[in-house]
């Protein structure tokens, strides 16, 4: 018979051995989080391919200065040195650069300053490669948007809402509109909400050749003013006031309009035939005299594509698109050479699929066909036939590069797990595939074009090694039906000891607005790591895409049309409800947080869900939708007017009455995008409501809250431990 004393104390020395490896693997801790670049992973940084698709340039530095390079695909080598800065006058750092149709030319942008979330202004000089020359763009004020024309004897730029022209041939330089003013005229730029809800803000394009100029003019007169007020060191504070057009008011009035270079004239184009519209893009088409401009109505349930003529602006319609709910806008017209026609992505038949027209509009071909969407287009390969894509075809939380050749046959272009993306030479020649999971760190590896790996470009395991060395949880996708018969795809990241006899507080993350996803076999970054710090101090982490959500086709992206939040609420209350029948959750203590989109969402859990949830925090949320740009909002909900209780019964502003939790609302005082307006209106309903709850106010914060989380994340984490 075995020794009882001799057995417990093996078991105390095994307990205890087990013990002292647990304690040897270092916690996270928000330090190396927030604090430092510890856990950034990065992906491909600003790779461009060069025109003989055999080399792509680089902007390096050194000891000694800032260099462009052109490396060699196949070997990783530099071949040349395309710009030094130590040979030239310039003493800024470069902070981009472009090059002219022939690379000899290239627009250095030097000393930008941030204007909102895409827009900036610099100071631009042009180098010539062959004299070394190196002369300034304009000396009468920080541009906008230099970029040269085709035959590199031009440059146009925006200064101070007008468009202007310099001839690099005699150096000077002249107006081509001088009507421009702030918060009345834009010329050749975009107005905000233009800006962040169709992501663009260059307001002018050359033509294939060079001789005319096609660009935006804004007339945003009659758009109402929106005051940003920045608490500086000074005894008053700083005031800006910008035109922003919230749901239901006055949009700008916008025109497109062309200039010729030759002729010196400008014609307006002829696709006006609303006083309320949208012209989210306009492209030129392979013939230098025909211009494309995309137009929408109000609603965005109807868009148009026009072929303009540059030289008189008369105009046609050639294509049509009418959905029974709206229409997002994408980058992915491709125009065939000759005339033949262009490709176009369209959920006509239920998915996001890839279809080619002939130029009077007419289908010639579904490329891409499947229940599964297509999520980017990186390009026609016109010499072989061939279209390169990414598309979620295995599951909306994994996507692959893929590519369709001129007979119809589909064929995987990446080979690797989760989620993948790819960035191709001119000529697909050679292709960049960048690749992560959830549980790993991206990785960028160098195909040629029959798929032979040349080599392993980024591999981020400095990032691996120290997250090797933490004590981490895998993400574990999983699925649940809910009571309306709704599958949903989530994760869950549980505590790194996790013992299924015990109970947990969870916190569901979210996103949850129109065509997102948070469920993703995907690095998530920074937010992945600090779950991971939330798990080891003892809570599981939730993340479940509601309906409404991408990547699954019209039917379930837009069921949320007219009732924005409706059904993403009534789907992440499911989530808790689920959570809670789990032998290993504590159904009293479970908590969400969100960002945006994501902390609109937490509210209205924290109201419309207050039985289910204990404590939430929204960061930047929207309370109002009344308060919310027009583009955005109006694409959902239609506006106020149109649609009323689509908005009162949706905004958490109407049902404070119902907190019963802890609810923590962070706002950024000069966030641009939400404004701070919709925290305040929510303090304000709660107060009126005699309800308690937290608040905190990042002064001259914009809608990212960037340069101060460390703090906010200590703050968020501290809340989740006193209150949940």
């Known amino acids: 018979m075995k020794n009882p004393k001799a057995i417990q104390l093996l078991l105390f020395v095994q307990l205890l051995s087990i013990n002292l490896l647990h ?4 916690r996270l801790a928000l330090e190396d989080i927030w604090g430092s670049r510890k856990f950034v992973a990065f992906g491909l940084m600003d790779v461009r391919s060069m025109k003989d698709g055999l080399h792509y340039s680089e902007l390096i530095a050194d000891e000694k200065g800032q260099y462009i390079v052109s490396v060699s695909y196949a070997s990783g080598k530099t071949i040349d040195t395309l ?75 925006v200064r101070d809402n007008n468009l202007y022209l310099k001839s690099l041939t005699n150096g000077t330089e002249k107006p081509v509109t001088t009507d421009g003013s702030r918060n009345n005229i834009i010329n050749g730029a975009t107005d905000w909400v233009y800006e962040e809800e169709f992501s663009f803000d260059q307001g002018y394009q050359w033509s294939p050749n060079g001789r005319y100029l096609a660009y935006y003019r804004f007339d945003e007169s009659e ?82 594509l026009y072929e303009v003529n540059a030289s008189s602006g008369v105009s046609k319609v050639f294509f049509k698109e009418e959905n029974r709910a709206y229409i997002e806008v994408n980058d992915h017209l491709a125009f065939l050479s000759n005339g033949q026609g262009f490709l176009w992505l369209s959920t006509r038949d239920g998915f996001n699929h890839l279809f080619r027209f002939d130029m009077n509009g007419n289908m010639q071909k579904q490329l891409t066909k499947g229940n599964w969407d297509v999520t980017d287009f990186y390009g026609y390969d016109a010499a072989k036939g061939d279209l390169y894509f990414q598309a979620a075809v295995k599951s909306p939380m994994e996507k692959g590069v893929f590519k369709v050749d001129k007979a119809g046959k589909m064929t995987p272009v990446s080979t690797e797990k989760g989620t993948c993306s790819a960035m191709f030479s001119e000529g697909f020649k ?23 790996l040349i080599r392993i470009e980024k591999d981020n395991k400095e990032v691996a090694d120290a997250l090797a060395k933490a004590k981490l949880s895998p993400t ?31 916190i569901q993350y979210m996103y949850g607005g129109p065509g997102s996803q948070t469920v993703k076999d995907e690095w998530l970054g920074l937010n992945w790591i600090w779950f991971q710090l939330l798990a080891q101090k003892g809570y599981i982490v939730v993340s479940v895409d509601n309906r409404g959500t991408g990547a699954r086709g019209e039917a379930f992206n837009k069921c949320i049309y007219k009732q924005l939040g409706h059904l993403e609420t009534i789907d992440q209350m499911e989530v808790a409800k689920w959570l ?12 969400a947080w969100g960002w945006s989109y994501g902390g609109y969402m937490t509210s209205l859990l924290i109201t419309k869900g207050a039985d ?42 109407n049902f404070a009455d ?49 340069g101060v989380r460390l703090h906010l994340y200590k703050m968020m984490t501290d809340y989740y431990l006193e209150n949940l």
């Open 23 to 26: 304690a040897q693997q270092p």
């Open 83 to 157: 710009f030094k800065s130590n040979t030239t006058n310039l003493k800024e750092e470069v902070e981009g650069y472009e090059f002219s149709d022939d690379e000899n030319l290239i627009v250095l942008s030097t000393e930008s300053e941030a204007i909102y979330r895409h827009s900036t202004k610099a100071n631009h000089h042009i180098y010539n490669r062959k004299t070394g020359s190196l002369v300034p763009v304009s000396e009468k004020g920080k541009q906008q948007y230099a970029t040269l024309d085709a035959s590199g004897r031009n440059v146009a730029f």
């Open 223 to 304: 758009v109402r003013q929106f005051n940003l007020t920045y608490y500086t060191s000074g005894s008053y504070p700083k005031e800006e006031l910008y035109k922003y057009p919230k749901a239901g008011e006055a949009n700008s009035k916008v025109e497109i309009r062309i200039y010729d270079l030759e002729s010196g004239k400008t014609v307006t184009a002829d696709v006006n035939k609303e006083a309320d519209q949208y012209i989210p893009r306009i492209k030129w088409t392979t013939v230098d005299s025909k211009l494309c401009v995309m137009r929408m109505n109000r609603l965005q349930n109807l868009l148009e």
């Open 430 to 452: 050679f292709r960049f595939i960048t690749s992560s999971t959830a549980n790993s760190v991206p990785v960028v590896k160098l195909y040629d074009a029959k798929g032979k």
């Open 476 to 506: 574990e996708f999983f699925q649940f039906t809910t009571s309306e018969n709704i599958q949903l795809n989530g994760w869950m990241i549980k505590p790194p000891d996790f013992d299924a006899n015990k109970k947990y507080p969870v």
């Open 580 to 591: 809670g029948k789990q032998s290993y959750v504590d159904a009293t203590r479970i908590g």
């Open 612 to 653: 289910l949830f204990k404590t939430c925090i929204a960061v930047a949320p929207v309370t109002n939708w009344k308060y919310y740009d027009s583009i955005y909002t109006e694409r959902y909900l239609q506006t106020p007017q149109q649609n009323p209780d689509g908005y009162e019964k949706n905004s958490p502003v």
């Open 658 to 706: 119902k907190l019963k939790g802890n609810y923590l609302i962070i706002h950024g005082t000069t966030d641009d995008n939400v404004h701070m307006q919709n925290a305040m209106e929510m303090v304000d309903a709660l107060v009126k409501n005699k309800k308690q709850f937290d608040s905190f106010f990042y002064p001259n914060k914009a809608h990212g809250i960037s």
